[in-house]
């Protein structure tokens, strides 16, 4: 005879610290819990589901705070309300069905599904998108959605079958993230569209960082829920590939992680993919195209006009899927120099100075200071060809394209211990 044992809530808090405990001893530092929607199934006698899962979660909450230090605990088959309002502190959950690796109809429908649920589970939990393999064939198409997630990234690959090319761009060589603010969501122009079947729409998934927007762009049609097979099913797509349209709008929130109070709108964008730089207003569209499992990722940094002809926008580091996630701080200063101090070198920072004499105003330098987070590629958006660039104290050698503005420098190491940034200045 088969059926489905129950722990007694009375004993329950026993039971969990035994396991937990054990598990802690041997170096395990967290739990994945499964199936607690099962719970609502089996309240009958027991004060009912809520009831049942009150006591649970309680117990649950309980033993992982008491045996792991960063109450490591991911809620999963944890939709149900109850489950929801009962987790006090247990703070991330299962946002989707899990990945399957071997299932070629699941991938698309998993970044539809994880992307809506966080509308909802995005503001009262952190939203967990699940693990992936780094060597599939849709790794690149599931790794950058967890870039962009705003919860955790992790895989689950055997020992020894590692994409590091594609790890590299989603985890830095000390093992930190680089985290986006908010869980990542369906622009507002995809709520009321169907991106896994309607056959003309592609999702985008928005999120900031401190001082720029990220946007993800994925073609998820072809698959969907087969109600008569009851189960998920390819379906023919209308066209080899969609067109859709981006803007800097689609980042709902830009405005906010501009540092100009008085921000005119402009933004620079850039693509992951196509290597590409362009600067727009941010309720201009640009198109973008493509086929099934195909994406693109864009960080979008509001412009700063420093004075006429001179302008500046940061974007990170630009390997990285969420590039914009490694700026930690970003500063604004000003030299006043006459053209003599130029030819000999400025000292002294100030505020701008305006008004004062030709001399003056045709030497002003201005500085942007940012504290970066890792190493690697650091780029930014700036109107003229920087007169130096330096990192901590040394100065560094930097390209310029300027046909596009697009900064490059190479960070190479990751940040002194003690300092956990580098500091890059940027001269104008």
Request: glycine share 10%; net charge negative.
């Amino acid at each position: 005879m088969q059926g489905l044992g129950l722990m007694n809530p009375k004993n329950v808090l026993k039971f969990y610290n035994e396991l937990h405990s054990y598990l802690a001893s041997v170096g395990v530092d967290g739990v994945k819990v499964d199936a607690q929607c099962i719970l609502e199934t089996l309240g009958a006698g027991l004060g009912g589901r809520v009831e049942l899962t009150r006591h649970y979660h309680q117990a649950l909450d309980t033993s992982v705070a008491g045996n792991f230090l960063d109450n490591g605990c991911i809620s999963c088959m944890s939709h149900n309300l109850e489950s929801l309002y009962c987790s006090k502190q247990t703070a991330i959950v299962r946002a989707s069905d899990d990945f399957y690796p071997r299932d070629p109809v699941s991938h698309t429908i998993h970044i539809v599904a994880v992307a809506y649920n966080s509308v909802f589970l995005g503001d009262i939990m952190l939203t967990d998108w699940d693990m992936f393999h780094s060597l599939h064939p849709a790794a690149e198409y599931h790794g950058s959605a967890r870039a962009i997630s705003g919860g955790p990234v992790y895989v689950s690959d055997a020992p020894g079958k590692h994409n590091f090319d594609l790890l590299k761009k989603l985890v830095l060589p000390d093992g930190s993230i680089l985290r986006t603010q908010l869980p990542g969501r369906p622009t507002k122009d995809c709520l009321f569209s169907d991106p896994s079947r309607d056959g003309v729409s592609l999702l985008k998934i928005w999120n900031i960082n401190k001082y720029t927007g990220v946007l993800g762009v994925y073609n998820c049609q072809g698959a969907a829920w087969n109600s008569v097979e009851r189960k998920n099913t390819f379906h023919q797509t209308k066209s080899e590939s969609i067109t859709g349209n981006i803007r800097g709008s689609d980042v709902h929130l830009i405005s906010e992680v501009s540092p100009d109070s008085n921000w005119n709108g402009n933004v620079a964008m850039y693509s992951y993919r196509s290597r590409k730089l362009v600067t727009l207003q941010y309720n201009v569209a640009i198109t973008v195209s493509l086929r099934v499992l195909e994406h693109e990722i864009f960080t979008i940094s509001p412009v700063k006009v420093l004075a006429p002809g001179f302008s500046f926008a940061p974007l990170g580091l630009i390997d990285m899927f969420n590039a914009g996630g490694a700026i930690e701080e970003l500063k604004y200063k000003f030299k006043a120099c006459t053209k003599s101090d130029l030819n000999n070198g400025c000292e002294g920072y100030g505020t701008q100075v305006s008004g004062v004499g030709e001399d003056l105003i045709t030497g002003d330098v201005a500085v942007v200071s940012m504290d970066v987070k890792g190493c690697g590629r650091f780029g930014a958006y700036s109107s003229t060809k920087p007169r130096k660039c330096t990192v901590g104290s040394s100065l560094v050698e930097f390209e310029y394209d300027s046909a596009c503005g697009l900064v490059t420098l190479n960070l190479h190491d990751m940040p002194p211990e003690d300092l956990k940034v580098h500091n890059v200045e940027i001269e104008l």
